[in-house]
């Protein structure tokens, strides 16, 4: 028998996300709805979209250029691409050959991996099929690279202010300071109609939002129980809430991570951890008898543990809800920026802390997996990669726009959703330079992106003149 | 460090395709094609396709519950299951969700993995995905389920006839009786625009055929190559076509099949491989000054090369070729529905024979991998999963239907696409028992399935009752 790879995980972590957005307060109040329907009852602060310049290709490449420059990664050095997204803009060509474009010029076409799809979960299966090559027989030696992209766009209605976009691209391989404690890990996956998008002419889903909250929270329930027994199978010891120093979710509205982590509060009290006080158990003991559907529906249940779960939210969570609540979901995504958050607010203290995460994509698929934080090695450590994020200042330097232009926006982009035979305006003023940007799609549906120039001129040239495809320039 | 499990791969096969077909004799005449078009030219002999009852879901649902009921393999001994597939009926939901129904009724919501996606290369990507799992220190011990799941059809004109529809499912583990040999593996990867699926409102892909013939002959070369140099890296010899028993293709259609493996013997001759014949070198000379892109063009080297490689033909692909050219072009499923083909024509002189796979999805993504047979142990033999397939009587066992029944169903199918609220006629006489079909898509684009039992009533009740979804009844 071959020997596997050891402390398998994330190298390198970049985030990209449009400048634009949109705040809730003023969404809220231009959808007439009541005051702080979406500041404090969804819990969002702002929402970044992308406007008829950019899309899940053009993120993507830009997290995906960004990274492998500021950590000087030669493209060559890349032996497998995955790409988790629920966006869908062509039903076969992978997002992922999309991205070849930049490992082609570097001669590089020796990446395995392609899309991995299933609502807001394919950043997840992406991450853990790119960590489980890195261990495998078939490894060769080199990076693996991990792309969540998506942009979260919903129909006029309650669900639309929980939107966002962005990509996140990760460098995986061994003696990382981010490694996974895999034997704990736990999934619970079924069929179900919460959340998905049959209407395949139409960019929105089609939402059943109490049901889409209910699956989530007994998926919760189901991976947390099984992530307790194999803890403790594996460690002798029961695993409570106190084991670990975060807990992060995929968060499509604020509110549902508080939920969320109320429920797991709520999980350590009838599972009897010790870490419970006698004053939560008596507060929590009428709700004991509940049924696992009515535990869901209780209101009072909801109010009761999230209080008592309070002090523990703002030490194990708060501080990874940054980018999820000025950004907004971002479907695959949005575990990841939670994480990157995490890394932003705490790297100088997070060595040795374990974090457990919770990834849940509609339909449904869900999995609660533990990473653990290590020393790292220059470029791969923790600051780093808060360093290379830049998280501060990319959302400083966001544009606010109305609710009107919002919406005029989206707008504009059902109406290109899956049509042909156009060419963007090109404005690219309110983008970064080394950021890319669709310019063309042609007659025959095929889409051309350029990239911002250091300069702040427009095209570096080198997609742009792709026309045809590499191959088909007999590149 | 962990040590990887030994001899990971594949352990058992099983086959579906719909009982519905069409004559290419037929198709061509109906279609006033030149005769022999579709029968020589592309090299096929009959196409398989689903009608209203059928769907990459049902086809699926069939191929898994049969693989696992007849290797009686517990359902909760499933840890990971993975689809290939780039048949969208839903551009959220993965398909793999819809297979859980078979899973969840025996307490199983544990099982890993969702869709691979990018045209027909996704299969590939799943079997990697699952082996790399077994290989990983994820693993937890349980079987992985790979499912290839397609329904090729196309808009009518030339591409028509190479349609098709199957799924495949392959139960992946340790100690198996096809393994791989992981180290020699090579992909070429690139972006290219030669078939692809950007009306997401249709079924019908865009292709440019004469673009991705190129684009499949060069990813072909570039693979083969790269194989080649590795096995000569690690074995100390150079490789050449003499050092493989059989040849597979992913086959859109089987003329391509045989211009790959004369494309091969080129490439052999190119490298000035010892097992070249002095005749032929003489023959192949004229040809080795051109450019690479002359090289696809010349239809000249086409005709020697596959004149030259024909008596290779016959030993090392001949016997790979009868599912392709019988049921059509599967997309994800095709290639090991040729890998279907040789165990059920050579099962019994397999051991210790190596055979070469080169998978191909448009867009595009290729891999070429190599496997090895070994004895098994029962059930897991090469005989057992040939008798399990049961290939012939399933051929034989067909309904051909004519041309005007077939372009009928596909216009149904065309308005069916991505629409709701209807219900299908539930006639399964044409259906084995324990076929899964489809029996209603309601006003909420939720899709229902009933199971043809075995006494030939219709309806197991188990998934066509599962109206909700499991989470939504509370299961």
Sequence with gaps: ?????????????????????????????????????????????????????????SMSLTAVTSLLEKYGIDPTQIGRLEVGSETVIDKSKSIKTFLMQIFEEYGNTDIEGVDSTNACYGGTAALFNCVNWVESSSWDGRYGLVVCTDSAVYAEGPARPTGGAAAIAMLIGPNAPITFESKCRASHMSHAYDFYKPNLA?????????????????????????????????????????????????????????????RLYFNDFLRNASSIEEVAKEKLAPFSALSGDESYQSRDLEKVSQQLAKHLYDTKVQSTTLLPKQVGNMYTASLYAAFASLIHNQHSSLVDKRVIMFSYGSGLTATMFSLQFRGGQHPFTLSNIATVMNVSEKLKSRLEVSPEKFVETLKLMEHRYGSKDFVTTKDTSLLSPGTFYLTEVDSMYRRYYAKKAANGTTGSGNIAACKNGSLGNGH
Tied chains: 1, 2.
């Design 1 to 57: 028998m071959a020997s596997q790879q050891k402390d398998v995980g994330i190298l390198a972590i970049d985030i990209y996300f449009p400048p634009t957005c949109v705040q809730q307060e003023e969404l809220e109040a231009h959808d007439g709805a009541s005051k702080g329907k979406y500041t404090i009852g969804l819990g969002q602060d702002c929402m970044a979209f992308c406007t008829e310049l950019e899309d899940v290709i």
């Design 202 to 262: 139409s960019e929105y889903p089609v939402v059943d939002g109490k049901l889409s909250q209910t699956c989530y929270l007994m998926a919760l329930d189901s991976c947390y129980r099984r992530f307790c027994d194999r803890f403790e199978k594996l460690g002798g010891k029961p695993f409570s809430m106190s084991d670990a120093d975060y807990f992060l979710f995929h968060s499509p509205y604020n509110k549902l991570v508080q939920k969320s982590f109320a």
